[in-house]
């Protein structure tokens, strides 16, 4: 049943032989290990200089020479944290990024839900629900936002689309519905 071509046996029994190799190859190869990698024309300070880098070497430390060292990356981290301290106190004060109230306000008389969807809440229709005020249609609520520009609409009833008609039209519009713009100023 096992029948194996001829040519793949003479192949198997060749890989089988033993190799012969000089005695003295270890040597030669030890030596030249030892000398390392020939330098490249023009470069042999700089293979100099790489081959001092990566030979090893030890390094001993004493106790207040790891002490100083320990003092100079403390210092080092601490003008670092300085540095970034100085950089922020050039920010506008806390207050001026305080939220406003901004109140969002439309007159739906016969819509049964109404939610504000914009950029602010990331176009979420059911994180900011407006709030119906007894008899008259009208559907107001408060929203805290940081100073900035926001683009929004009106959801009505889960289904209809509709611009602030109190507010301005936002100029870009990504997802093919009329948006309105809001500016919140700082303090």
């Known amino acids: 049943m096992d029948e194996r071509d001829p040519l793949i046996d003479r192949a198997i029994e060749t890989l089988r032989e033993p190799v012969r190799l000089d005695p003295s190859m270890d040597q030669r190869i030890m030596a030249e290990l030892e000398r390392g990698p020939a330098p490249r024309a023009g470069t042999q300070p700089l293979w100099a200089a790489?081959?001092?880098?990566?030979?090893?070497?030890?390094?001993?430390?004493?106790?207040?020479?790891?002490?100083?060292?320990?003092?100079?990356?403390?210092?080092?981290?601490?003008?670092?944290?300085?540095?970034?301290?100085?950089?922020?106190?050039?920010?506008?004060?806390?207050?001026?990024?305080?939220?406003?109230?901004?109140?969002?306000?439309?007159?739906?008389?016969?819509?049964?839900?109404?939610?504000?969807?914009?950029?602010?809440?990331?176009?979420?229709?059911?994180?900011?629900?407006?709030?119906?005020?007894p008899?008259?249609?009208?559907?107001?609520?408060?929203?805290?936002?940081?100073?900035?520009?926001?683009?929004?609409?009106?959801l009505v009833d889960g289904a209809q689309w509709v611009k602030d008609p109190a507010a301005p039209p936002a100029l870009e519009d990504d997802f093919g519905r009329p948006n309105s713009v809001v500016t919140v100023r700082g303090s």
């Not at 106190?89 to 306000?105: G, H, I, N």
């Not at 107001?140 to 609409?153: C, E, F, I, K």
């Open 50 to 133: 790489w081959d001092w880098l990566r030979r090893g070497r030890s390094v001993t430390v004493s106790p207040l020479g790891g002490l100083a060292a320990a003092a100079a990356l403390a210092a080092l981290i601490l003008v670092g944290q300085w540095g970034a301290a100085r950089l922020n106190d050039s920010a506008p004060p806390a207050a001026a990024l305080e939220a406003a109230a901004v109140q969002f306000v439309l007159v739906a008389p016969g819509a049964s839900t109404v939610t504000v969807v914009g950029d602010f809440n990331d176009w979420s229709a059911t994180a900011t629900p407006l709030r119906r005020a």
């Open 135 to 154: 008899g008259d249609g009208l559907w107001a609520v408060s929203v805290p936002l940081p100073p900035g520009r926001y683009r929004y609409g009106f």
